[in-house]
């Protein structure tokens, strides 16, 4: 268990002594901390000049971690100065805690602590930054203009420690994985699953596959493939549902093009799936159109609605932004409810392919498995 010492990040620059590499006191100036840099670069060259590679790391040999990270970063507030005392990683943890409950009641049940202390722990960040982080409400709290500008900060902190935490506790896997998934996840799910999962097993050598749901199921029963993650049926009942994702028709908010007759929209070259699902949708709702664009990849379906050149179908959490769903409001249907689906290869499976497993629903979690209405 990380102890209380070792998660307070001194976010503040460390003065040096630079001719005997000692350090001396924490200034206060942004200037001395240039000047901190400044002589690290400086000893840095005179290390390559005298053939020293050690001596362009003196400085931060006689820094302690706390102390070198306190030398690179400082966070700021309203008077542009930084702040001399240390972030505790619990308070950012209780504050998240807060924000995303609203409630001083329901996060202290989250965090394990009693409501005066968790009160208590607020109040203490609140001193420490010299900010109101939330308005006190008749019932419960809400963020203040400064609170909201710290989520996302709290939220990269108590996520990096999770996932230091999980990297150092595992022990690291070798060998190789192959994984199909829908087209759809390339540009969002996917990137953050294939990172996190190589900080923890740098040693596995992955194999990708971007393809629509019916050929990684062929590919997965060819053994081409370890795991496939493709959309489902709602009345499936095969396989592990990571979550449901319905797919809608998108617009553009800086144009009407929906409001078009016909309607002009994108449509995928060699899916049966456009024509059984995406196309009915419309006939049954009575909506003419014409084919203003055809790609095999979602991310052509983005670029299309984003530009005003169509309408398009696309999962609910793939919607880009400066985009909205359609919803009855507007005259149109929702499309499917499908379920994203995991599957395994039927030839068995091994460590490495569960540990992507579990990275793979880390990483849907969020989007969630309660199919949302249309609007």
């Not at 019932?139 to 990269?156: E, F, H, N, S, W």
């Not at 709602?234 to 144009?255: K, Q």
Request: glycine letters at 8%; a negative charge.
């Amino acid at each position: 268990m990380i102890g209380q010492d070792q998660h307070l990040l001194d976010l503040h620059p460390v003065k040096t002594d630079v001719a005997q590499d000692k350090i001396v006191g924490a200034p206060q100036q942004t200037s001395e901390r240039v000047a901190l840099e400044a002589a690290a670069m400086q000893g840095s060259q005179r290390g390559r000049q005298a053939g020293d590679p050690g001596h362009a790391v003196n400085l931060g040999r006689d820094l302690t971690f706390d102390q070198r990270i306190a030398s690179m970063a400082a966070i700021r507030f309203s008077d542009g100065c930084a702040m001399s005392l240390p972030l505790d990683s619990d308070l950012l943890r209780s504050f998240l805690a807060v924000a995303e409950t609203g409630s001083m009641t329901s996060a202290a049940g989250r965090v394990g602590r009693t409501q005066s202390a968790l009160s208590m722990q607020i109040r203490r960040l609140e001193e420490v930054l010299g900010q109101s982080l939330f308005d006190r409400l008749p019932r419960g709290v809400a963020l203040t203009a400064r609170g909201r500008q710290l989520i996302p900060y709290a939220r990269q902190v108590a996520r990096t420690l999770e996932e230091a935490g999980i990297a150092l506790r595992e022990t690291p896997l070798d060998g190789p994985i192959r994984i199909g998934i829908c087209d759809e996840y390339g540009g969002s799910v996917l990137p953050r699953v294939l990172s996190r999962f190589a900080v923890r097993h740098p040693d596995v050598d992955v194999f990708v596959r971007l393809d629509y749901s019916a050929p990684q199921l062929k590919a997965l029963e060819a053994d081409e493939i370890d795991l496939a993650v493709v959309f489902e049926p709602a009345d499936s009942s095969t396989g592990e549902v990571l979550c449901i994702d319905p797919t809608v028709w998108v617009t553009s908010r800086a144009h009407d093009i929906h409001l078009s007759r016909p309607l002009p929209i994108a449509v995928y070259r060699r899916s049966a799936w456009c024509q059984d699902h995406a196309l009915r949708s419309l006939a049954q709702a009575g909506i003419p159109w014409r084919a203003a664009f055809d790609s095999d990849t979602s991310a052509g379906f983005r670029s299309a609605v984003s530009a005003g050149l169509a309408v398009v179908p696309l999962s609910r959490s793939t919607i880009p932004d400066g985009c909205r769903a359609l919803g009855p409001e507007d005259g149109f249907p929702s499309i499917d409810a499908s379920r994203v689906v995991l599957k395994r290869n039927p030839r068995g499976t091994n460590e490495v392919a569960e540990a992507l497993v579990e990275a793979l629903r880390e990483a849907f979690r969020p989007i969630g498995l309660a199919a949302p209405s249309a609007a």
